[in-house]
């Protein structure tokens, strides 16, 4: 009975010895766990944090990339070009004239035109494109002209630059023969890609009829108010013309012969049509204009040779146009909102 209670005594204390084993192993498991648990926080704390300061740096990385990019000066050369179409475009205006404007208050309107130039500094525009206006004793259509042309043109964004060609003394007014000093005077100050040979009394009321040359020489006056909006005739060429330096030189420029009012136009049609190119136009819902009234100029009077020299294109084109242009330049003024170019002409030949 004694040697069954001593066996039963150390068999329970083993069972107990064996229960607090148990028991140490179980909370040294959950002691390591726990450990390891805190250990494995600050490890994927400090992966946050370093991932946290490796996005930080790269979003002030970008933020100076960005803030160095706008910071350095607009290269033209790295820009990219201007669309087709510019995204400024508004259609059709309903212009006004006010008696009382100023050239002051349209200098103050285009802060950015200096001496008769601007360019987009947005995009590269597509073309650089000159302007030349021929004029005499039309102070206050010019006034109006600068005032509508200049915003028509930039929101074009087109690079370009505005020439007045001002005959003096009192020769009849030859219209052709100051475009092509135009033409010959622009060249000498940019190299321009295209030239838009602009009467002083026509004012574009749409600016969806882009002031750029095309593939073939552009007529840009389908229609205008003093006509119902409808072309004058078949053919007509005159008004607004855009032709490329190559499309011009290859017809030699216009005529120097057309002393007074008409017929320079039509000449300059059958010269683009002698070399098998032809005219192209705007749709005519676009390529509207409102001409000024005035009346016909002293000296302007209607050219009564006209029909004689238009007879004679064949054979007079090569000899009669840029190359045989001969003028008195008297001065050329850079003023604020276009280059102002002032010529004399010699009396005017007779017409054999």
């Known amino acids: 009975m004694a040697l069954s209670l001593y066996v039963f005594h150390l068999f329970y204390k083993f069972k107990v010895l064996v ?8 909370l040294w498991a959950t002691f390591s766990y726990f450990v390891d648990s805190r250990q494995d926080i600050s490890k994927a704390k400090n992966m946050v944090e370093d991932f946290r300061k490796v996005t930080s740096l790269e979003d002030s990385q970008k933020e100076e990339k960005i803030e160095s990019i706008a910071t350095v000066p607009t290269v033209k050369s790295f ?19 006010k ?33 030349l206006v021929p004029h005499r004793n039309r102070e206050k259509h010019l006034l109006y002209l600068l005032e509508h042309l200049h915003p028509f043109l930039q929101r074009q964004q087109l690079d370009y630059g505005i020439y007045v060609i001002h005959q003096a003394g009192s020769t009849k007014f030859n219209r052709a023969k100051l475009l092509n000093v135009g033409y010959l005077e622009a060249l000498k100050e940019a190299n321009w890609d295209c030239f838009i040979f602009h009467d002083v009394d026509l004012v574009p009321e749409n600016d969806f009829n882009i002031y750029m040359c095309d593939r ?38 216009f005529s ?5 009012w008409g017929g320079e136009d039509d000449d300059l049609r059958i010269r683009v049509e002698m070399q098998k190119m032809r005219v192209v136009r705007p ?25 004689k020299l238009l007879r004679q294109v064949s054979r007079t084109w090569k000899t009669d146009g840029l190359n045989s242009c001969s003028y008195k330049l008297l001065s050329v ?20």
């Open 283 to 307: 749709s005519a819902d676009v390529a509207r204009y409102t001409m000024i009234f005035h009346k016909r100029d002293h000296g302007n009077e209607e050219n009564g040779e006209r029909m």
């Open 79 to 97: 820009q990219g070009h201007c669309p087709a179409l510019s995204p400024y475009l508004r259609g059709a205006s309903k212009l006004t004239f």
């Open 216 to 253: 073939q020489p552009k007529h840009l006056v389908v229609g205008r108010n003093n006509t119902g909006y409808r072309l004058r005739y078949q053919g007509y060429f005159g008004g607004v013309t855009a032709l490329t330096r190559d499309q011009f030189s290859k017809v030699n420029g």
């Open 19 to 26: 229960l607090f084993t148990l028991c140490l192993m179980v």
């Open 99 to 131: 008696a009382s404007l100023t050239l002051e208050e349209v200098q103050k309107e285009n802060p950015q035109v200096a001496e008769g130039r601007y360019h987009p500094t947005e995009c590269s525009a597509l073309q650089r494109v000159a302007i």
């Open 256 to 260: 120097n012969n057309y002393w007074g």
């Open 333 to 352: 003024e850079h003023n604020p909102l276009y280059v102002n170019i002032t010529v004399d002409f010699s009396m005017q030949p007779k017409i054999s």
